[in-house]
Nanobody
Framework: QVKLVESGGGLVPAAGSLRLSCATS????????MGWFRQAPGKDREFLAS????????STADSVKGRFTISRDNAKSTVYLQLNSLKPEDTALYSC?????????????????WGQGIQVTVSS
């Protein structure tokens, strides 16, 4: 069993910053990639960023490139998403995901495990 738990969300004013964390526990794999997604009410799930085990390869959606940065600390079994210059349209439920195949997937269907998500609300 693999467990993913997000933290660091909350209410932030526009132009503010947050750092989301996703801690993994339980069954471990030798290598795996991680991704961040979000879903706003009435909208489809949106890919944000992904990262390989070593952190050497990342992929970031054009919609958030330059504002959001993914990183990871394997010693802490944690992946991070730094959110800068936040906008009200960034308001959504943010979720992390783990893929056993170590590729920086953009397709949510490639991920094997998901966290429950954490709310980020950006006020105008």
């Amino acid at each position: 069993q693999v467990k993913l738990v997000e933290s660091g969300g909350g209410l932030v004013p526009a132009a503010g910053s947050l750092r989301l964390s996703c801690a993994t526990s339980g069954r471990t794999f030798s290598t795996y990639s991680m991704g961040w997604f979000r879903q706003a009410p009435g909208k489809d799930r949106e890919f944000l960023a992904s990262i390989t085990w070593s952190g050497a390869i990342t992929s970031t959606a054009d919609s958030v490139k330059g504002r959001f940065t993914i990183s990871r600390d394997n010693a802490k079994s944690t992946v991070y998403l730094q959110l800068n210059s936040l906008k009200p349209e960034d308001t959504a439920l943010y979720s992390c995901a783990l893929a056993r195949l170590n590729v920086p997937w953009r397709d949510p269907g490639r991920y094997d495990y998901w966290g429950q998500g954490i709310q980020v609300t950006v006020s105008s």
